[in-house]
């Protein structure tokens, strides 16, 4: 009998030299892949290739120690690791590599990432959440080096979330009591990234069961160590987080990335502290190396010395098992060489299976497209002309989509002028042909879904006849509360969120009703507060990460942009993190407390919701919503509307803001002035003193950015009215520019203006210091006023003179 050195029980050495064997057949196979993946690159068929190889071992031992409902969260290595547990095949492996749009043969993203980037699927077709904890789950990978970090770290707080808020013990297809382990992988020399050092410190403090894996090969592409990190060794530079006896931290541990046995037991060392304790534990993996270089753009011997290239031949990890299974009686070298066979012509023939299911598509559409351009040829006076782009499409045996729709679009300039029944079917067919495809590189970016946030219905406040006027905090932090009290899955935290209630005390009191584990404080760190949010969101929590003042938002909006926003667009649909990102911004004085970085979201957050209320109870109104959806958004509360009162709803929790949907706060004839949050109130001021000199204005919320007024509303006033101004204190050509490229390209209201549309914007700068900064940064209510005026005396000079 043997002991495994993956388990503390017996099994016979027959059981052993199984599950050892199998474990290589694994590595071996997924090396093949990668071998055979990387000249289909340089053949053409796919794009780039980034792959796993000199790998392979240490995520065998990963994968023994990974168990249902536990999450990894890694980087684009980790490949065998997906085969081992499972959830990736070799026909896959190359759907993906080839970009194949059918989420049935590229279950990881169905062609919309490149290769080595995995994922499983946490919904079903009808975005309903699975049972997670009956899976082993992979959140879905992002490429900019350690932005899975945060993450991460968001993954391992949801188990101790979990486990330790009682009223959560019933979701159970969720958490098992907070069991689950969140697996992490990075590069070593991605360690280097600011990302990286935010999540280690800030698992260290919150205590989480996060295993971090640090595959160490020595390189960055081909930067050295020696350029990447201090000591070049980032367990020793991190030794300092090491636990005792009277400090909490973390467990530290080194192991060679070529040394099977002793990766199966260091594994499952990490994996049971972490699951039992909740340590965090770094395993620095060393010693690993990379056959094929970084990626397909480039020659590792390009920046290798010879010896550090012959020293890789001799440790490769694959080699380095082989030789143990020898030393070791497991194998013979006969049995290996057959193995090793039989194993390169299984990943040959599921190359060549998954081409062909990629290309059996574009056959069938080529094939069609063909017949018609025949048909348009043979009907054409410019039938000699059309003839060449026919044959090309014809010799090409192996066409992309993009090739067919390019031949089939440039024969319609020669059809110009002539009437065929030929004609009217290629135009038919290629309009029918983009509503087909497009989707495949489009859908998903909101939620296709009964739920999504935009089908949820406006629900009114409600107020008694003896509602009282309070500051716009009270409405805000009595609707959190009602939050917090019916549904336990939702937790807010943040800068200074926890005990004084934020700095606004739009959380006052609540720590202490719901604890510190639902109303939090946090560290001085953006990236990783995203992080925590969008990590418990992907477990089924529904977490509120405040970020205190909009103006930090740059600190994290690259996690928010890359993995936030386009978490549902990237796996097709078939993952989701419905967090709300709760700030406030605007009207302070001074650079960093007073900019508004609206134009910035609204690009680089497509697929997450901006929504920019007026008051409190607007914003109230929005977390009601939001989380009667599926879906993640970014609330932008007024930093001055704290104070100012507002009547206090009776239906707390119940009452809903629309989104998408602008509301009409004044109506008016002469012109329509649209604009959102604290700068609303300066255009209804303005607009109450326009009335004086007889100027009438309709005067428009639009309240959320992404999406904007999905009812076109704004151009039924415009046709009304007849004059159209913007106003906004972003810079000049940010969301001003947005929204009028929203107003006249979208809906249409060129056809009914009198006068040239304008924007009112801030000066293109950040605004200065004090209060005489402010008003000569930002549009004030009489630069509002004499815009309008002139607008009005260019239209009718006689009704309305010069000021």
């Given at each position: 009998?043997?002991?495994?050195?993956?388990?503390?029980?017996?099994?016979?050495?027959?059981?052993?030299?199984?599950?050892?064997?199998?474990?290589?057949?694994?590595?071996?196979?997924?090396?093949?892949?990668?071998?055979?993946?990387?000249?289909?690159?340089?053949?053409?068929?796919?794009?780039?290739?980034?792959?796993?190889?000199?790998?392979?071992?240490?995520?065998?031992?990963?994968?023994?120690?990974?168990?249902?409902?536990?999450?990894?969260?890694?980087?684009?290595?980790?490949?065998?690791?997906?085969?081992?547990?499972?959830?990736?095949?070799?026909?896959?492996?190359?759907?993906?590599?080839?970009?194949?749009?059918?989420?049935?043969?590229?279950?990881?993203?169905?062609?919309?990432?490149?290769?080595?980037?995995?994922?499983?699927?946490?919904?079903?077709?009808?975005?309903?959440?699975?049972r997670l904890t009956d899976q082993k789950n992979s959140s879905s990978d992002v490429s900019p080096t350690a932005s899975q970090m945060p993450r991460l770290l968001g993954l391992a707080q949801a188990s101790k979330i979990f486990r330790n808020v009682k009223e959560l013990s019933g979701h159970t297809q969720f958490s098992k009591g907070g069991d689950e382990v969140a697996w992490g992988t990075i590069g070593n020399a991605s360690t280097s990234e600011g990302h990286f050092w935010e999540t280690i410190n800030a698992a260290g403090v919150l205590q989480v069961p996060m295993v971090v894996s640090v595959w160490d090969d020595e390189y960055g592409i081909s930067v050295h160590a020696k350029d990447q990190t201090t000591k070049e060794n980032i367990s020793a530079?991190?030794?300092?987080?090491?636990?005792?006896?009277?400090?909490?931290?973390?467990?530290?541990?080194?192991?060679?990335?070529?040394?099977?046995?002793?990766?199966?037991?260091?594994?499952?060392?990490?994996?049971?502290?972490?699951?039992?304790?909740?340590?965090?534990?770094?395993?620095?993996?060393?010693?690993?190396?990379?056959?094929?270089?970084?990626?397909?753009?480039?020659?590792?011997?390009?920046?290798?010395?010879?010896?550090?290239?012959?020293?890789?031949?001799?440790?490769?990890?694959?080699?380095?098992?082989?030789?143990?299974?020898?030393?070791?009686?497991?194998?013979?070298?006969?049995?290996?060489?057959?193995?090793?066979?039989?194993?390169?012509?299984?990943?040959?023939?599921?190359?060549?299976?998954?081409?062909?299911?990629?290309?059996?598509?574009?056959?069938?559409?080529?094939?069609?497209?063909?017949?018609?351009?025949?048909?348009?040829?043979?009907?054409?006076?410019?039938?000699?002309?059309?003839?060449?782009?026919?044959?090309?499409?014809?010799?090409?045996?192996?066409?992309?989509?993009?090739?067919?729709?390019?031949?089939?679009?440039?024969?319609?300039?020669?059809?110009?002028?002539?009437?065929?029944?030929?004609?009217?079917?290629?135009?038919?067919?290629?309009?029918?042909?983009?509503?087909?495809?497009?989707?495949?590189?489009?859908?998903?970016?909101?939620?296709?879904?009964?739920?999504?946030?935009?089908?949820?219905?406006?629900?009114?406040?409600?107020?008694?006849?003896?509602?009282?006027?309070?500051?716009?905090?009270?409405?805000?932090?009595?609707?959190?509360?009602?939050?917090?009290?019916?549904?336990?899955?939702?937790?807010?935290?943040?800068?200074?969120?926890?005990?004084?209630?934020?700095?606004?005390?739009?959380?006052?009191?609540?720590?202490?009703?719901?604890?510190?584990?639902?109303?939090?404080?946090?560290?001085?760190?953006?990236?990783?507060?995203?992080?925590?949010?969008?990590?418990?969101?992907?477990?089924?929590?529904?977490?509120?990460?405040?970020?205190?003042?909009?103006?930090?938002?740059?600190?994290?909006?690259?996690?928010?942009?890359?993995?936030?926003?386009?978490?549902?667009?990237?796996t097709h649909g078939m993952q989701k993190a419905p967090l709300i990102v709760r700030t406030r911004g605007h009207r302070l004085e001074g650079i960093w407390h007073s900019g508004s970085q609206m134009a910035a979201l609204i690009h680089l957050l497509r697929g997450m919701y901006i929504l920019v209320p007026r008051n409190m109870t607007k914003a109230a109104g929005f977390y009601n919503t939001l989380l009667e959806s599926d879906e993640p958004g970014l609330i932008v509360e007024c930093l001055n509307g704290y104070r100012l009162k507002e009547k206090m709803p009776s239906n707390l929790g119940e009452f809903r803001t629309p989104i998408g949907v602008v509301e009409t706060v004044k109506e008016g004839s002469d012109i329509t002035l649209v604009s959102y949050?604290?700068?609303?109130?300066?255009?209804?001021?303005?607009?109450?003193?326009?009335?004086?000199?007889?100027?009438?204005?309709?005067?428009?919320?639009?309240?959320?950015?992404?999406?904007?007024?999905?009812?076109?509303?704004?151009?039924?006033?415009?046709?009304?009215?007849?004059?159209?101004?913007?106003?906004?204190?972003?810079?000049?050509?940010?969301?001003?520019?947005?929204?009028?490229?929203?107003?006249?390209?979208?809906?249409?209201?060129?056809?009914?203006?009198?006068?040239?549309?304008?924007?009112?914007?801030?000066?293109?700068?950040?605004?200065?210091?004090?209060?005489?900064?402010?008003?000569?940064?930002?549009?004030?209510?009489?630069?509002?006023?004499?815009?309008?005026?002139?607008?009005?005396?260019?239209?009718?000079?006689?009704?309305?003179?010069?000021?």
């Open positions: 009998m043997q002991t495994h050195p993956q388990s503390e029980t017996e099994i016979s050495f027959e059981d052993f030299k199984a599950q050892v064997l199998n474990d290589y057949r694994i590595a071996v196979t997924s090396r093949e892949c990668s071998l055979l993946g990387r000249r289909e690159v340089l053949t053409g068929k796919a794009k780039f290739g980034i792959f796993g190889d000199g790998k392979e071992v240490p995520q065998l031992a990963w994968a023994k120690a990974f168990k249902n409902g536990d999450w990894r969260s890694g980087y684009y290595r980790d490949q065998t690791f997906m085969m081992a547990i499972g959830a990736l095949n070799i026909q896959q492996f190359f759907a993906g590599l080839y970009a194949h749009t059918d989420l049935e043969h590229d279950p990881m993203s169905a062609g919309r990432q490149m290769g080595g980037h995995f994922a499983t699927h946490s919904v079903d077709a009808n975005g309903q959440w699975k530079v991190l030794s300092g987080f090491q636990r005792n006896s009277e400090e909490d931290g973390y467990e530290i541990m080194t192991v060679k990335g070529w040394d099977y046995a002793t990766l199966i037991n260091t594994y499952q060392q990490a994996g049971r502290l972490a699951r039992e304790e909740h340590v965090p534990v770094l395993i620095h993996v060393q010693e690993l190396t990379q056959p094929q270089g970084h990626s397909t753009s480039g020659s590792h011997e390009r920046y290798k010395s010879p010896e550090r290239l012959q020293w890789e031949q001799e440790h490769d990890c694959n080699l380095k098992m082989r030789e143990w299974m020898l030393a070791n009686n497991i194998a013979t070298e006969e049995d290996l060489t057959t193995l090793e066979k039989t194993i390169k012509k299984e990943v040959r023939e599921g190359k060549k299976a998954a081409w062909n299911a990629y290309l059996s598509g574009q056959l069938q559409e080529q094939k069609e497209a063909l017949q018609l351009l025949a048909e348009v040829e043979a009907s054409s006076a410019n039938g000699s002309f059309i003839k060449p782009i026919r044959e090309n499409l014809a010799a090409n045996t192996e066409p992309f989509r993009s090739d067919i729709l390019k031949a089939s679009r440039s024969v319609l300039p020669y059809l110009v002028g002539e009437t065929s029944e030929a004609k009217t079917k290629l135009h038919q067919w290629i309009t029918s042909y983009k509503a087909r495809i497009q989707p495949k590189y489009s859908a998903h970016l909101y939620s296709e879904h009964e739920g999504k946030a935009t089908a949820i219905a406006e629900v009114l406040p409600a107020y008694d006849n003896s509602a009282e006027e309070v500051d716009g905090r009270v409405v805000v932090r009595d609707n959190f509360e009602h939050i917090f009290r019916t549904k336990p899955e939702t937790l807010i935290f943040g800068e200074d969120s926890g005990k004084i209630g934020d700095v606004n005390q739009g959380l006052e009191g609540l720590q202490e009703k719901f604890g510190d584990l639902r109303v939090a404080d946090a560290g001085i760190r953006e990236a990783t507060i995203l992080g925590q949010g969008i990590g418990m969101a992907m477990r089924g929590l529904r977490p509120i990460a405040e970020i205190q003042y909009l103006d930090y938002i740059l600190y994290c909006i690259q996690i928010m942009s890359d993995d936030l926003a386009t978490v549902r667009y990237r949050g604290s700068t609303l109130r300066l255009v209804e001021q303005a607009a109450k003193s326009l009335l004086q000199v007889g100027i009438d204005a309709e005067v428009i919320d639009a309240q959320s950015l992404l999406p904007f007024d999905l009812n076109q509303d704004v151009a039924k006033s415009v046709a009304k009215t007849n004059r159209l101004l913007v106003i906004d204190e972003d810079m000049p050509g940010g969301t001003s520019a947005y929204l009028l490229q929203e107003i006249l390209e979208k809906q249409n209201v060129w056809q009914h203006l009198d006068s040239k549309p304008q924007t009112l914007s801030a000066q293109p700068h950040r605004p200065a210091y004090g209060s005489d900064g402010d008003y000569f940064s930002k549009p004030s209510v009489e630069d509002i006023f004499e815009k309008v005026y002139r607008i009005m005396h260019e239209a009718n000079p006689q009704d309305f003179p010069t000021l």
